[in-house]
């Protein structure tokens, strides 16, 4: 499961400058709340309806894990720097999810529906 997005005007390379590779890892331990909060955020992007958004990231019952965390963890434009590439990858294989019984999605109305305290 893979999943690339790069923000407009990112990707041209620079010959002429010095590449490094940034790594993260991290693990999903709530699926519901990264596709909630990955739906939140596309639907904050202009012009975008429900729909759309379920083609891009699929639905609660059967998220696309890798593009919902590419929704969220696409990077911002950094000075002096042109991002090159931007992809998400499963490091294991992404089990596919049986849809809960009796019903379909319900995206979240605002943020505040969707974000849970972080335990500290």
């Not at 955020?41 to 593009?67: K, R, T």
């Not at 965390?69 to 696409?74: E, F, G, P, Q, S």
């Given at each position: ?26 693990s999903v331990r709530?699926?519901d709340l990264l596709?909630?909060m990955a739906a ?81």
């Amino acid at each position: 499961d893979q999943s690339s997005f790069l923000p407009g005007g990112v990707g041209a390379g620079d010959p002429g400058g010095t590449e490094f590779l940034v790594t993260i890892a991290l693990s999903v331990r709530d699926v519901d709340l990264l596709w909630r909060m990955a739906a939140t955020h596309a639907l904050s992007i202009a012009g975008l309806e429900q729909e759309d958004v379920e083609d891009v990231i699929g639905v609660l019952e059967d998220p696309s894990i890798a593009d919902c965390l590419a929704m969220l963890l696409v990077p911002k434009p950094v000075a002096g720097c042109v991002i090159t590439s931007f992809s998400v990858a499963s490091a294991t294989r992404v089990p596919r999810r049986k849809p809960a019984k009796g019903g379909s999605a319900v995206m979240p109305l605002t943020l505040a529906e969707v974000a849970r305290p972080i335990p500290r």
